[in-house]
């Protein structure tokens, strides 16, 4: 029976899409993760038993899901299997006593027939019939990490690669000098003892420029390396989609980045010596059997030994470190958690609560790391014992031939010296080998964001703004979701101040992240000056628009900083400093640094933490005014501030002459603009200015005259 390919989820919903995908590999549709997120989306909140069996059907497979007793024995395997009334996972195989499973979040492995029975949740997906699938033809890629080394590193490798058989070479040459020192017994009396010296001194010398050559040539490799990985690392992870993020945590983004390090410690200093022992083992085998055919088939012999059970237990030291990885990527979400979050965990009174979640999961990490220690310190402990006790075997059988008169003395050191040579790079070679089954497990959690496809950039050079249209637009989170944006046919003209309005979740928010090109339209098209949004260049389209969020990033930076962010500004030029001046004074930011002994140079904490919220919505909306944009998206610009400052900050946005559309959560504010949108289950159900909507829009009417109540009762 073939062996389900284990896919680990990337993010907390997504463990019925990876158990999919691992349904579909087993009945050869070989589709990715990535693939399937982003032709299906994930839900919010996970896939139902539905959609999992329409995603299945949609790639030619009859699939059931159907609900059955917690007799695992009678299930059809491979199946996808509900799971502690919260998760799905694939079930393997079921024998007499136990379960094995296919995890998406924890790994493949064994669990007892009587824990399985506990926490299946008696609702299978089973795949009944193979209707069959026309894969499309699609061409092969080539690996990332192959792509870069052939780019970049092609002849420090082969320098790296030519030392280090160097270095190999002279390791050769002390076993024959030890025998013919030993069996032509050189003495001072013959004059050689000189001869012996300088040679020794040379070799000495040339062994140590090779290994100094080599360690340059390794430092170099690495720096490089680090640079070019991480820099295609962060490049992809900037161009990823907004909706990338929204269900990964930072920590666990932080923990793939830093992984980078393993792979280029493994590539570095594993990878040729695995090309050279490999080469070199050939030479040794072949030099020993020259010495004595019998010690050589003792010394290959427990070499295999050796190599077989290293190779034997690397699999388990897989899962272990598969195990390990997934709980240090929990550890460094609950601490980047934990630490953003530190008023409202302080506020709450709840840093035992936290600290005993962060410690849990400290604790499976250790616990983990402790399991995989022990698993080592029992079997990988014996091929280090056969290499201890080697040498003295050998030197027992080869002193019982000296005896018999078959070998020389010289011949046993030097046998000895080779042997010790040999086996060192066998050993080298079992732990290369292990480090390399490890290597998979760090590309995987790297190459998920490395091979993610990106959307398509566009070309075309929008030098100005006439228009933004929305033709029929709608959104949805993924294929199964119910859109949160429905047939919505707008259009935004040059110079307009335009206010989107409606209750809570209505999809104003998501509507202005459409028009920021945040987000794409599942359906419709959106168009920026009669152009395609999509075909529009991104750097010039950031040049024309300015968008605000409901809670912009305040950066670990001065003030001036964070306001003018990648612009260059000098002190020198003074209409940068007049500019910056009425950006200050129309946002109100002069009100906070009016007080501070730095003025704009003044640092802010990370995110803002030495600011109110009023105060971060002060400096955001001047970052916006700052770049002096043809159309500003505002979501909710003022949603923190005090009526005085909220009236300042709105007159000063309507004052400007580029376009504006704000979403508002006070209509009281947006009475003056020139349209107002209504929104209502992401659908547009009144546009017109206040005064037409009081009129003839009731559901506007009606959120008017509430939120005006509220403000008389208060």
């Not at 080298?428 to 790297?446: A, P, R």
């Not at 944006?485 to 104003?508: C, P, T």
């Not at 002190?571 to 002069?590: C, I």
Request: proline share 3%; charged share 20%; aromatic share 10%.
């Amino acid at each position: 029976m073939p062996k389900i390919k284990l896919v680990q989820q990337a993010e907390h919903s997504e463990c019925g899409l990876a158990s999919l995908t691992m349904l579909l590999h087993y009945n050869k549709r070989f589709l990715t993760l990535a693939e399937l997120r982003t032709i299906y989306g994930v839900p919010r909140g996970g896939f139902k038993l539905s959609d999992m069996v329409k995603i299945l059907e949609d790639y030619g497979l009859q699939a059931k899901a159907f609900k059955t007793t917690n007799e695992l024995q009678r299930l059809m395997t491979p199946c996808i299997a509900y799971w502690n009334e919260n998760h799905y996972l694939v079930i393997e195989k079921v024998t007499k006593k136990r379960v094995l499973i296919c995890d998406p979040a924890t790994g493949r492995r064994w669990i007892p027939l009587d824990e399985a029975q506990m926490k299946f949740s008696n609702v299978v997906i089973n795949v009944v019939a193979d209707k069959g699938y026309n894969a499309p033809k699609t061409e092969k890629k080539r690996h990332f990490l192959r792509v870069l080394i052939e780019q970049h590193f092609n002849r420090p490798l082969i320098y790296l690669l030519l030392l280090t058989m160097g270095i190999q070479l002279f390791t050769l040459i002390i076993p024959e000098a030890t025998r013919r020192l030993i069996d032509q017994s050189f003495t001072l009396a013959n004059g050689n003892m000189s001869v012996i010296i300088a040679a020794s001194v040379l070799l000495m010398i040339g062994y140590y420029s090779l290994q100094v050559s080599r360690g340059f040539i390794v430092a170099k490799f690495q720096k490089i390396f680090d640079d070019k990985l991480m820099s295609y690392y962060m490049e992809k992870l900037l161009k990823l989609p907004l909706h990338f993020f929204t269900n990964r945590s930072t920590g666990e983004l932080i923990f793939r980045s830093n992984l980078s390090v393993y792979i280029r410690q493994i590539l570095t200093q594993k990878a040729v010596l695995l090309v050279v022992d490999s080469i070199f083992l050939t030479f040794y085998i072949a030099l020993m059997w020259h010495y004595t055919p019998i010690l050589t088939a003792v010394t290959v012999g427990i070499a295999v030994v050796m190599i077989s059970i290293s190779v034997m237990n690397t699999r388990k030291i897989k899962h272990f470190v598969d195990l390990e990885m997934i709980e240090q990527a929990k550890v460094q979400k609950g601490i980047t958690e934990m630490i953003e979050g530190i008023e409202t965990v302080k506020s709450t009174g709840t840093e035992l609560t936290f600290m005993q979640r962060w410690h849990e999961d400290f604790h499976k990490q250790l616990s983990i790391t402790q399991a995989k220690e022990r698993f080592a310190a029992v079997f990988i402990t014996v091929p280090q014992t056969l290499q201890f006790a080697l040498p003295i075997l050998l030197l027992v059988i080869g002193l019982y031939f000296v005896q018999q008169q078959m070998l020389t003395i010289g011949t046993v050191v030097a046998f000895l010296t080779l042997a010790s040579s040999f086996i060192t790079p066998v050993m080298s070679l079992t732990n290369v080998y292990n480090d390399f089954v490890l290597l998979q497990s760090y590309f995987g959690k790297i190459e998920e964001i490395i091979n993610h496809p990106l959307p398509d950039e566009g070309s075309y050079e929008a030098s100005s703004f006439e228009a933004l249209s929305l033709k029929n637009v709608s959104y949805q989170y993924s294929r199964f979701d119910e859109p949160v944006i429905r047939n919505v046919d707008l259009s935004i003209r040059k110079g307009e101040k335009v206010a989107i309005v409606g209750a809570s979740g209505s999809g104003k928010s998501t509507l202005l992240k459409m028009m920021a090109g945040l987000v794409e339209p599942s359906e419709g098209k959106l168009y920026f000056n009669d152009v395609l949004l999509r075909d529009i260049s991104k750097e010039t389209f950031h040049t024309q628009v300015a968008y605000t969020n409901q809670h912009a990033a305040i950066f670990n930076d001065t003030i001036k900083n964070n306001i003018v962010l990648n612009q260059d500004f000098d002190y020198q030029n003074q209409h940068q400093t007049a500019h910056l001046g009425d950006v200050l004074q129309k946002s109100d930011v002069l009100s906070i640094i009016r007080d501070l002994p730095l003025n704009v140079e003044s640092m802010l904490s990370e995110q803002g933490a030495n600011l109110s919220g009023g105060q971060k919505q002060k400096i955001a909306l001047a970052r916006s005014l700052y770049k002096k944009p043809a159309l500003h998206l505002l979501d909710e610009p003022t949603s923190a501030l005090d009526n005085i400052s909220e009236r300042h900050v709105m007159k000063a946005i309507l004052s400007e002459e580029a376009t504006c559309v704000i979403v508002a959560h006070r209509l009281q504010t947006i009475k003056q603009v020139d349209r107002i949108i209504v929104v209502s289950s992401g659908q547009v159900v009144g546009e017109g200015t206040h005064e037409q909507l009081m009129k003839h829009n009731y559901y506007y009417k009606q959120l008017y005259m509430e939120e005006k109540k509220m403000e008389d009762a208060s």
